[in-house]
């Protein structure tokens, strides 16, 4: 289905190429995973894979591409989509409708297919991916997960005979993720061939055919699924890539109120378009510790943060930062939001600079910033712009970026989507050393990994009665 042989690709204006002399191929009905650290070249291999690069993503492609048995040089993008599904790391950026029904439907309508046929393959896709409550909605109401789950049911739709899957658990709860999986399986026995990008491995491992494993823009490791089961933990941590299987862990003991505690939140009501997102939440946290909030996708996590934080009013009830009560305004001073979307936090024109960006002028900050850079990986890209970095790499840029503004109350939201395993414990390491220097942390995420090493308490919302 899919030969690459001796393929390099550089990004414009890059000094050195994303991929270098890749030679790949991939059978018909092939389910491959390509993992790696962050920055090795998943995503550009994908982008390839699908044609984005170069007809969107201009740079330089040699070595040769064969799609089904046709050279791609040739073949425009609308060609190559008929033949491959994607769904990227950001669903947002391929969305082109506001209703959730006329997304999923919109490939069908380019591609002129009977308005029964699409009825019947929208009705297919919801039972299978369990969406059926997310039709007909409004696309901008719909938390991350939710946009991820309708961004894979509009690419499935059309029955392409390749999809390609860029980090698609990131923003996923554990039974979501484990519905995707069920999802994937599925497809796989109807012959589809699949390749997923991605970090998180343990919902994959029983489904994949191989493993691919990239560094540095270039393929290590090309193993089979029995070769996949020979790694020992060991290995895989020595690899950066996190475990084939959940290790058996002990969870952080449940949330419990307290009494002291520098934040206190109470009855607390939020609604959008008279809709209750928040119902009379009451909650406290302390300095010092971390304390992780999770709960089933468009449960309200991420409103909580954001009205915690004072990027949203509340409709009543309170917050308290240091036993007072603080209006929004003031709240956004004592506390760094990270959200889900790196790309509309980061303003700085170079790395280095983004860490710098409105930390006054005292002594020790270049130095600290240095600091950080060299603790987060990034060193080698302080001058280039944080637009170029990945995903996972821009991820990390924000959460050093939180971490040197010291602000009593740190907010992180689904901070691990773009981590690989290395990275993740280094997260952790480096959320506790600020924990124990008295920052009150909170932590959005479904990553059942990163709960066990990070978290001090575990707070799970419910549905509202």
């Known amino acids: 289905m899919i030969e690459l042989k001796n393929v390099s690709f550089r990004y414009e204006a890059a ?35 699908n044609g984005l690069c170069p007809q969107f993503y201009g740079g330089e492609l040699t070595g040769n591409y064969t799609l089904d048995g046709m050279g791609t040089t040739d073949m425009t993008l609308s060609e190559i989509g008929m033949k491959i599904g994607n769904v990227f ?19 069908m309508e380019n591609r002129n297919y009977p308005p029964e046929l699409m009825r019947s393959r929208i009705d297919e896709v919801a039972v299978l991916l369990g969406i059926e409550g997310l039709l007909d909605r409004d696309i901008f109401g719909l938390s991350s997960g939710e946009k991820q789950k309708i961004a894979i049911a509009a690419a499935c739709c059309v ?63 090309d193993l089979s699924h029995d070769d996949m089961n020979t790694l020992t933990k060991e290995k895989m941590a020595a690899l950066g890539l996190r475990f084939l299987q959940l290790p058996e862990i002990k969870m952080p003991k449940p949330y419990s109120q307290k009494e002291f505690a ?50 949203y009013r509340e409709n009543s009830g309170s917050v308290s930062f240091y036993g007072g009560r603080l209006p929004a305004r003031k709240r956004i001073a004592s506390s760094f939001f990270v959200g889900q979307d790196a790309d509309y936090q980061l303003y700085g024109a170079t790395v280095r600079e983004e860490l710098l960006i409105n930390t006054g002028k005292a002594p020790g900050l270049a130095e600290k910033a240095e600091t950080l850079l060299a603790r987060f990986e990034l060193s080698e890209y302080s001058e280039r712009h944080p637009a170029s970095l990945s995903g996972g790499q821009k991820q990390r840029l924000l959460i050093a970026a939180a971490i040197m503004r010291e602000r009593p109350l740190l907010v992180l939201d689904e901070p691990t989507s773009g981590l690989d395993g290395k990275h993740m414990r280094t997260l952790a390491l480096l959320l506790r050393e600020a924990a124990d220097s008295g920052l009150c942390i909170l932590i959005v995420t479904h990553d059942t990994e990163f709960i066990a090493l990070a978290a001090d308490e575990v707070l799970e919302l419910q549905r509202n009665k």
Do not use: W
């Open 15 to 49: 000094k050195e190429p994303s991929l270098r002399g890749i030679d790949l191929t991939v059978k018909r009905g092939e389910f491959v995973i390509l993992t790696g650290l962050s920055g090795c070249g998943k995503t550009t291999l994908t982008r390839v894979l």
């Open 89 to 107: 790391q950001d669903p947002r950026s391929q969305f082109f409708a506001t209703n959730t029904t006329d997304e999923v439907a919109l490939a």
């Open 159 to 221: 029955h392409p005979d390749v999809l390609i899957l860029d980090e698609p658990s990131a923003n996923l709860d554990s039974e979501s993720t484990l519905q995707l999986a069920g999802f994937l399986k599925t497809l796989k026995k109807l012959g589809m061939t699949i390749i997923v990008s991605e970090h998180r491995l343990y919902y994959l491992s029983e489904l994949a055919d191989r493993m691919i494993i990239m560094e540095n823009g270039s393929i290590t490791h």
């Open 262 to 311: 520098f934040l206190i939140v109470e009855d607390l009501i939020f609604k959008r378009d008279k809709t209750c997102i928040l119902n009379k939440i009451s909650m406290s946290a302390e300095r010092g510790k971390i304390l992780v909030i999770t709960g089933r996708n468009g449960i309200g996590k991420s409103t909580l943060c954001k009205v915690i934080t004072g990027a």
